[in-house]
T-cell receptor, first 113, second 114 residues
């Protein structure tokens, strides 16, 4: 089973700072998701990556398949970015399969004004 | 609708009562997943439906939990004789089901058992 490690677990930063959240895993994957969970519990899927880099607004996600590592970056952070950010892996041979996704424990981000 | 829809968004129930949580997946998605996130915990897999195959129920925590998916579309997660430890956010996701298929998540149902 894939082991997922996210870092940091908690991050508090000032508005405007550049934020990086990391996700490392142990076994080859077919895809990696970055999810944003709001304080109320609702989840938004930010990105799905299988290689390279994706950008959406102030959010950038990168993945290095060889190093089994992905990063989520937030530029010009804002208090509304405060949320839990979760990486989730689709294992290479499961196709999202019987266990669905393997989730990291999440990074709790607080952006202070 | 355009996304995965869950209802209700919030549910407060008394201990011992039964509850039903509903998930409307994206039209055409063959795979549907239920997850649970208890307070302070990570997301936990509960059950997986893929097409017409028998569901994988390996994640259900007890026989008080059951789920069905009618017509390959809407799914209902039922919790019988609710306990306080059942309080959690219950999340549904759907996908096309193929290798690496992107999972789309609903907003979740926050269940509180008092």
């Amino acid at each position: 089973k894939n082991e997922v490690e996210q870092s940091p677990q908690n991050l508090t930063a000032q508005e405007g700072e550049f934020i990086t959240i990391n996700c490392s895993y142990s076994v080859g994957i077919s895809a990696l998701h970055w999810l944003q969970q709001h304080p109320g519990g609702g989840i938004v899927s930010l990105f799905m990556l299988s290689s390279g880099k994706k950008k959406h607004g102030r959010l950038i996600a990168t993945i290095n398949i060889q190093e089994k590592h992905s990063s989520l970056h937030i530029t010009a952070s804002h208090p509304r970015d405060s949320a839990v950010y979760i990486c989730a892996l689709a294992d290479m041979y499961s196709g999202g399969g019987a266990d669905g996704l393997t989730f990291g424990k999440g990074t709790h981000l607080i952006i202070q004004p | 609708g355009a996304g995965v829809s869950q209802s209700p968004s919030n549910k407060v129930t008394e201990k011992g009562k039964d509850v039903e949580l509903r998930c409307d997946p994206i039209s055409g998605h063959t795979a549907l997943y239920w997850y649970r996130q208890s307070l302070g915990q990570g997301l936990e897999f509960l059950i997986y439906f893929q097409g017409n195959s028998a569901p994988d129920k390996s994640g259900l925590p007890s026989d008080r939990f059951s789920a069905e998916r009618t017509g390959g579309s809407v799914s209902t997660l039922t919790i019988q004789r609710t306990q306080q430890e059942d309080s959690a956010v219950y999340l549904c996701a759907s996908s096309w089901g193929g290798v690496g298929a992107e999972a789309f998540f609903g907003q979740g149902t926050r269940l509180t058992v008092v």
